[in-house]
């Protein structure tokens, strides 16, 4: 069976919120120098369940990005912790796209790759959080989604998927081809072997751009950035300090109890 | 050429209730709806819902949609979207409001793409813009560290998933007029394709985290599951809930259910207290909703203490007991 | 008449013991040729390298002298250990003398007959002194085995049977030589009293009795037969006294690699399996070390994880593999057991510390790390099977290029860097040295504070140097500690590469492991710089006058702790302990575990990011030594044991009273400048700490 997963390179979102720098004329985020971009959270989970299906039931995992050139790197990682193919689709200002265009292009680049089970992708995007560019490739490809799993399965003919609610989570099965969305639950990403490593260096990624794949970008777009700021936040913290910290907790106390917080 | 008009709101229900968020959804529906000089309706879908028409009305709805076939009696991903479709097909709204939930950010995208509707997600604010009438749509990007102001040109509906908690719901006024209008929506059972199996609800012992008005978390430096004993017994004193961070969850230290942050559970107490946390964007927007909020970390340096009230700059394995010996003293007084 | 001995005096058929030394000559040979055939399961390795020669002769006196049991050239021994040193060195010096007065008797008799008169005399003197010394060795070991009963030491049959023939060969010797006395002449010459055991052994049996002769016959033959029934035991059961070959064949063939490099993984390219997870793919210089082990246990009571309370004892380890060795290779049914989970327990394994406490302890030069490091390698490598604070780290080097996970949520790597006017390397002023500040030095709120300050001496005192900046990457030592070779060999040739490119000659850090791994490690990737660690550079600067000490009216007392890389690995303790005797200010107490027998801080081997769920935690032990001295402050020298005091101090609520300070930060306080420049100057940076001199 052939998997394949999403995945987007981002601005590390770790950057202290301190350093957090935006260009407002530009409307996007400029990480400050020495940090480099790094895998979206999700997308890793995504890859982490699509490895555990392939170690199960020996499927054949491909790793697909749409992004500028520095994008390759991660496509890098994901062959060296045990995808089988990378696909790279290149577009320089990928970062500008909307969730629309942004789905509109891997669909196509899904539909030029064919043979699939299963897709799975990140919940949501760690830099713009919109959480929409799973379910849309779904609609788009007319396949079942399943959105927010803890676990993947597959049951028969069936994908299996346990989806995360507020307090609990529903057991979902959905015929395949079918799309699944996959969030941090799933558990921690494994590390590259060693084996790993030197494998992905030999592996050819394919390099595509939006004229390959049929990908025309023309009156795709629907959502149109207006403005992006950085709100102001900060409050003047009280440090309570004493002799002592059992002292320094009772000041506490007795503040919150003066405030009648408590 | 179509013409859309109309604000619409999804609503929902939990336990036999309207949920919080619907209220809320009617909330801000109205004030659009009047500053565009248009109606708002509201879509109650499901039997459980067929009581609540009145209450739709109370809190603002001008029409309630009743859409209440057997296969939509309970939530399935499929047959909602297919029914919501239809619905938006027939009424053709030009504002569309989910709520950020289990079920909204779940239909949102698809509802987009069959409605062939634009999409914001997760927004914290929706205004109106005088000049070009379009929904301004404001939502937390970047884990929380910038807002984004977007909007919808040209595709309709304009769609928005809202934030649970971060709009005010309108006084509920029971004299307000109101059309009821129940539909009759087509499900075949072959338009299901993913079928829910069974749902597996996780035991919240005490407090639910987003009613509590006191919630205490933790982080990876609490760094071990034992640790949070402590939080559940301080939680327990000040009759509130415990939280985790992302972090803490991942690390195995506290179930899942337990996490506050971006895609955990948004909470709004009037008092949070943040243990052993650094205060990542993506946590913060969590719990930014707190009235108060009170840090005890070891590092003073740690970002939470920029958006707290107070702080202790100390161990919470040495600084919690006496803190809670206090409150016990406190609370006999 | 003149003294002389008759051979075989008394004894016929005496020239038996020659047949029977000639039968048992071929099972010595063939024991040692059977047990070497054990080793060659390993894989080949060269150790006929360049030196090698000269470690032949270094490693005999070593082995002479006793260095390592007596504690010669390095920090004092403890009474207990004095006392084993001073027992081995007893029947070992006793043995030889014994074997060297009977080889001279062999001669005499065959050859030439030169022991009359005076010779005689005095080689039976240094046999009597051999004698008594093997019997006093034999009687401390026994009443330290079996009495005293130290906890580093277990007790075997094998032990017994060497104690106790050992002893009766001895006694008996000396019964033997008072016997002849006795029964030589009624009155013995006075000559005989150089022979002064034998001969007050004598007066008690009764001089002059001949009825003694058929005693002395007796119990020659008894001596005889305890002697060769003893070399047929020990042939057949391998006895651990075969370490008088072993051993010093070991000793011999050591590691002859700078203390701090580990050996790489050879044609990394083509590799299928790294690492080790079977005892055959070790060398056979690794499976040697495990017949050289005699289970002294001087490493574990000097590994910190042992000491602690984990299950980790580095002689278990050894002696664990030599049992292996033996049931998967040399008996007709091979017991073969997992060498990774069931010979070593993983656990173990990652909680060694790679402190080098344990080689430098073992009197028998056993290489306990390289060893443990092969097997993390194939944890790490080939099994990805890591504790999961680890992988966190490695994942943390994948995708943020250093190992502090969630650091990145408070500094960034450039932010250490601000309100200072720094030379950034290749964009400003030309230089060939580079301040490489680190990634705890950089990350870590408390340790840039150590970075900040030695930026401003090394400013104040005129160095010109450069600094790589917010793009600093990792050296690659966490990665290559925990065993993830790959990424440390990837690390190592980048960086490399980008100092080759701005002609970087000279580096400067006050990292001990970003100091090891570049000195040491980086020219194995043809990486040769000159590497200083910061307690280097200062002392060099302070004694070319470039700073001095300041005069204070307040004294402090303070210890010193030396971190292993910079100490036991490069044998750097000298440097801070001149800079800090060289502070008037300073009364500096040593701990009684310092120097080459200091106990690590727990952060070294990559667990500095891992956890420490089992036993006490050792930078709490060691913050409590440090207390203990009766210091007000302990200085370091490393990042890594600045944390972990750090953390004890804390954990312990000492931080009223105690506080830990690097090397520099305690010379900052206590310096000042000259080179023509006013002490309260203009050159002085506006963040120096209040209380210095001149500000």
């Known amino acids: 069976m052939n998997i394949i997963v999403c995945i987007k390179q981002v601005p590390d979102p770790e950057i202290p919120p301190a350093k957090f720098r935006i260009d407002p004329e530009g409307k996007r985020v400029m990480p400050p120098e020495g940090v480099a971009p790094v895998t979206s959270v999700f997308d890793e989970r995504a890859m982490e369940a699509a490895l555990q299906l392939k170690d199960k039931y020996q499927a054949k995992v491909t790793a697909v990005t749409l992004g500028a050139s520095a994008a390759k790197s991660a496509i890098r990682h994901a062959l060296s912790i045990g995808a089988d193919e990378g696909v790279h689709i290149q577009h320089e200002a990928a970062g500008e796209l909307d969730s629309f265009e942004t789905a509109f292009v891997l669909t196509k680049a899904i539909e030029k790759i064919g043979d699939y089970s299963l897709i799975l992708c990140g919940r949501q995007a760690a830099d713009w959080d919109a959480g929409q560019v799973g379910s849309l490739i779904a609609e788009n490809l007319a396949i079942p989604v399943v959105t927010v799993a803890r676990k993947v399965d597959l049951k028969d003919s069936k994908v299996r998927v346990e989806s995360v609610m507020q307090d609990g989570y529903r057991v979902i099965e959905a015929p395949m081809p079918a799309l699944v969305t996959v969030s941090s639950e799933i558990g921690l990403p494994r590390l590259p072997t060693g084996m790993g490593i030197l494998k992905a260096s030999r592996i050819k990624i394919t390099n595509w751009n939006v004229q390959d794949i049929g990908a025309e970008l023309q009156g795709v777009r629907r959502s149109q950035l207006l403005r992006l700021y950085i709100p102001v936040r900060e409050t003047k913290c009280q440090i309570i300090e004493a002799d002592t910290v059992a002292e320094a907790a009772c000041e506490l106390a007795l503040c919150l109890r003066k405030a009648k917080i408590i | ?333 | 008449m003149e003294a002389a001995r008759e051979a075989f005096w008394h004894i016929e058929y005496g020239w038996l013991i020659y047949l029977l030394g000639l039968l048992l000559l071929p099972l010595i040979g063939y024991t040692i040729y059977r047990r070497r055939r054990l080793w060659q399961i390993g894989k080949p390795e060269g150790r006929f390298e360049k030196g090698r020669i000269k470690a032949f002769v270094t490693g005999t006196i070593d082995i002479l002298l006793h260095k390592r049991l007596l504690g010669i050239g390095a920090m004092p021994l403890s009474i207990g250990e004095l006392y084993a040193g001073v027992m081995h060195l007893l029947i070992f010096g006793g043995i030889l003398l014994l074997l060297l007065v009977t080889s001279l008797f062999a001669l005499h008799e065959h050859v030439a007959a030169f022991l009359r008169g005076r010779p005689y005399l005095v080689v039976s003197l240094l046999g009597e002194l051999g004698g008594v010394a093997v019997l006093s060795g034999i009687i401390m070991a026994a009443i330290r085995r079996y009495i005293l009963r130290p906890e580093r030491l277990d007790n075997s049959l094998d032990d017994a049977v060497v104690l106790i023939s050992l002893f009766l060969l001895t006694i008996t010797g000396f019964i033997l030589e008072a016997l002849r006395i006795c029964a030589t002449v009624p009155t013995p010459l006075w000559e005989e009293r150089w022979s002064f055991a034998g001969f007050a052994l004598a007066g008690v049996f009764g001089l002059g009795d001949a009825s003694l002769l058929p005693w002395y016959q007796r119990i020659w033959w008894f001596h005889v037969i305890i002697f060769y029934g003893a070399i047929v035991y020990l042939c057949l059961s391998f006895s651990k006294l075969f370490h008088v070959i072993i051993s010093p064949v070991n000793i011999f063939f050591r590691s002859l690699r700078p203390k701090g490099a580990l050996a790489p993984i050879a044609d990394l390219e083509e590799a299928e399996t790294f690492g080790i997870a079977n005892i055959e793919d070790f060398t056979w210089k690794q499976l040697l070390d495990l017949d050289a082990c005699t289970s002294c246990g001087r490493c574990q009571a000097s590994c910190p994880a042992y000491i602690s309370g984990k299950t980790l004892s580095p002689k278990r380890l050894i002696q664990q593999m030599k049992i292996h060795m033996e049931e998967k290779f040399n008996n007709r049914m091979t017991i073969d057991r997992l060498l990774i989970g069931e010979v070593i327990a993983e656990e173990d394994i990652w909680s060694c510390t790679t402190c080098r406490a344990c080689q430098e302890a073992c009197p028998v030069f056993v290489e306990h790390i390289d060893k443990i490091i092969e097997m993390r390698r194939n944890l790490a490598l080939t099994e990805s099977r890591m504790p999961e604070s680890v992988q966190l780290m490695v994942g943390n080097m994948f995708s943020r290029g250093h190992p502090w996970t969630g650091a990145q949520h408070m500094r960034l790597k450039g932010d250490w860097m601000a309100g200072l006017d720094l030379n950034i390397l290749g964009k400003g002023r030309d230089t060939d040295t580079l301040l490489w500040v680190g990634c705890t030095g950089a990350l870590t709120d408390r340790n840039a504070e150590v970075t900040r300050s030695l930026v401003r001496i090394l400013q104040n005192a005129e160095v010109n140097f450069a600094v790589w900046g917010a793009e600093e990457p990792c050296c690659g030592d966490p990665a290559r500690r925990i065993g993830f070779e790959i990424l440390f060999v990837e690390q190592a040739q980048q960086n490399i590469a980008f100092f080759q490119e701005h002609r970087v000659k000279k580096i400067i850090t006050a990292c001990p492991h970003c100091f090891n791994t570049m000195k040491n490690e980086y020219p194995q990737w043809g990486g040769v710089f000159e590497v200083l660690h910061h307690s280097q550079l200062l002392a060099q600067l302070l004694s070319s006058g470039k700073w001095k000490p300041t005069e204070r009216q307040d004294r402090r007392r303070v210890t010193y702790h030396d971190s292993c890389y910079l100490g036991r690995y490069n044998d750097i303790f000298q440097e801070p302990r001149e800079i800090l005797h060289q502070l008037p200010q300073l009364d500096v107490i040593e701990m009684s575990r310092c120097g080459q027998r200091a106990l690590c801080c727990g952060g070294g081997g990559g667990r500095i990011w891992m956890e420490e769920p089992v036993g006490t935690k050792i930078n709490r032990i060691r913050t409590e030594e440090a207390v203990k001295s009766g210091s007000e402050v302990v200085v370091t020298a490393c990042p890594f044991c600045l944390q972990m005091f750090d953390e004890g101090i804390r954990a312990k609520e000492l931080d009223k009273t105690f506080k830990v300070m690097d090397l520099a930060e305690i010379v900052e306080e206590n310096m000042t400048f000259f080179n023509g420049h006013d002490r309260g100057g203009t050159r002085f940076v506006a963040s120096v700490p209040s209380g210095h001199d001149g500000v």
């Open chain 2, 1 to 333: 050429m179509t013409e859309f008009k109309g604000v619409m709101v999804c609503a929902e229900f939990v336990n036999g209730k309207m949920s919080p968020i619907t209220m809320e959804l009617l909330g801000i529906g109205r004030r659009l709806a009047d500053d565009l000089g248009e109606e708002l309706s509201a879509l109650l879908i499901g039997k459980e819902a067929v009581p609540f028409s009145r209450e739709a009305i109370a809190y603002g709805g001008e029409r309630v949609y009743l859409v209440s076939n057997s296969p939509l009696d309970s939530y399935n991903s499929d047959a909602y979207t297919e029914a919501i479709t239809n619905v938006c097909h027939q009424v053709n709204p030009s504002i569309v409001l989910l709520g950020q939930t289990d079920m909204g950010r779940d239909l949102a995208p698809r509802l987009a793409v069959r409605l062939g509707g634009g999409l914001a997600m997760d927004c914290i604010d929706l205004a109106i813009d005088p000049q070009t009438k379009l929904m301004l749509q404001t939502r937390p990007v970047f884990g929380g560290n910038a807002y984004a102001v977007m909007i919808t040109p040209t595709a309709r509906p304009q769609m928005a998933t809202v934030r649970p908690k971060t709009m005010s719901s309108l006084e509920r006024d029971d004299s307000r007029q109101g059309e009821v209008v129940p539909l009759e929506i087509g499900i075949e059972s072959s338009m299901i394709k993913a079928e829910i199996i069974e749902t597996v609800k996780e035991e919240v012992l005490g407090i639910k985290l987003e009613e509590a008005e006191i919630v205490v978390t933790g982080g990876r430096g609490i760094g071990s599951v034992e640790g949070f004993d402590i939080l559940r017994e301080l939680a327990g004193v000040l009759g509130g809930a415990v939280g985790a961070t992302r972090a803490a969850c991942d690390e195995g230290l506290t179930p899942a259910t337990m996490q506050v942050g971006q895609t955990g559970k948004i909470v709004s107490p009037n008092l949070y207290i943040a243990v052993a946390l650094s205060g990542a964007v993506q946590h913060l927007a969590g719990c930014s909703g707190s009235k108060h909020m009170v840090v005890i970390n070891t590092d003073p340096d740690a970002y939470i203490f920029k958006v707290a009230e107070w702080g202790i700059v100390a161990d919470y394995k040495t600084s919690l007991p006496p803190f809670l010996e206090k409150l016990k003293e406190l609370s006999t007084q």
